[in-house]
């Protein structure tokens, strides 16, 4: 069976994402959940809170991951791509395993919500922009984001990515803060 | 047998320093020991909400007291005013080796002296056992705490969201 990318990019196979919880190509209105590598430790909260705000408001969930360039690079080389090859980010994005790891939490609250998921992935080192832009050109309904640090005492160190987003995104934003 | 004076097995009851505050009141230094555990838990279940900043101390005691586990496990200077625990300041090494400082003061011993000196003494602590360096985060906001840090010498370093690092060679 071949995946076929859809007009935007979104090439949802390489993550696995099951039949019934993929978001097909009309879909309309959805919510971003952007994960990177310093969401492992919260992608439960991510996906659960993800599927509750997408299941009440009655959209999509869409996960974004934005690679800084140098993890673009970092990745491309893993895979053995030429030096000057510029892959798409999606096509990359299966190796990030907090975002794999946050479609596989998804499935089931999604099919429990009756909602669906796609993926996308963007490349920039403003990462803060590059989610407020993804915001922008999905014109989603919410942006949801994880973001609280604690430094080596314990104080609690809101991120600056999650600051960026809260105060330059389109839409409502939902602060999923750990416990 | 021994030399030692009886009633004190170790040095580390010895006070690093006293001060008296601005009010009057005799504050002593001391690294942490165990005995002081419990007036710290006390301390910071006491301690008012609205001085709470960046997520510490943590609002309940159970959460206080997983927190405490992990700050006594390196460096801990107590103040100590009446037998009670006033103040504590804890360096608690990042992932390059570099420290970080974090220091609460009692509502009731704000304003008087106290955490300059509980610092002064913390430090000089802290450089005769080999620590070069300190960092602490800082809301940019908090413009009271921010004020002290500045007075001690603290230089910023860069910024985090809201936050500030400063830091100050020992």
């Known amino acids: 069976m071949s995946e076929t990318a859809a007009s935007d990019g979104r090439v949802d196979g390489e993550l696995g994402v099951a039949g019934d919880v993929r978001t097909h190509a009309d879909a309309h209105d959805t919510v971003v959940l952007p994960v990177g590598y310093s969401d492992a430790g919260r992608v439960e909260h991510l996906a ?15 996960v974004l991951h934005v690679f800084t360039e140098a993890r673009y690079r970092e990745v491309c080389d893993r895979l053995n791509y030429p030096a000057d090859a510029r892959p798409a980010p999606e096509d990359l994005v299966g190796r990030v395993a907090p975002v794999r790891d946050v479609t596989n939490l998804l499935e089931d609250p999604l099919r429990a919500w009756g909602t669906t998921m796609d993926v996308t992935a963007r490349v920039g080192d403003d990462v803060g922009g590059e989610i407020v832009a993804a915001a922008e050109a999905a014109d989603a309904k919410r942006v949801l984001v994880g973001g609280r640090r604690r430094t080596p005492t314990g104080k609690v160190v809101f991120g600056s ?8 995104a389109p839409c409502p934003v939902t602060f999923v803060r750990d416990h | 047998m021994s030399s030692e004076p009886t009633g004190r097995t170790t040095t580390a009851d010895v006070p690093l320093d006293r001060v008296v505050d601005d009010a009057d009141r005799v504050v002593a230094f001391e690294r942490y020991r165990p ?58 090494p990042d992932d390059a080796g570099n420290h970080e400082l974090g220091v609460f003061v009692d509502d009731d011993y704000q304003d008087a ?52 690092r400063l830091v100050r060679e020992l």
């Open chain 1, 161 to 168: 990515t999650a600051q960026r987003v809260m105060l330059s």
């Open chain 2, 35 to 92: 005995e002081h555990y419990g007036g710290l838990v006390e301390m910071y279940d006491d301690f008012p909400p609205e001085q709470r900043a960046q997520g510490l101390p943590p609002a309940t005691e159970s959460a206080i007291t997983e927190w405490l586990a992990v700050l006594l496990d390196h460096v801990s200077v107590v103040a100590v005013h009446d037998g009670a625990v006033v103040g504590h300041a804890a360096l608690v």
């Open chain 2, 113 to 164: 002296g106290v955490g300059s000196a509980l610092l002064e003494a913390t430090f000089e602590y802290a450089r005769s056992i080999g620590i070069a360096d300190v960092w602490l985060s800082v809301a940019r906001s908090n413009h009271r705490a921010r004020h002290v840090y500045d007075a001690l010498g603290f230089a910023e370093a860069g910024e985090k969201g809201r936050s500030l």
């Open chain 1, 48 to 62: 659960r809170t993800a599927a509750e705000v997408a299941g009440m408001m009655e959209t999509t969930v869409r």
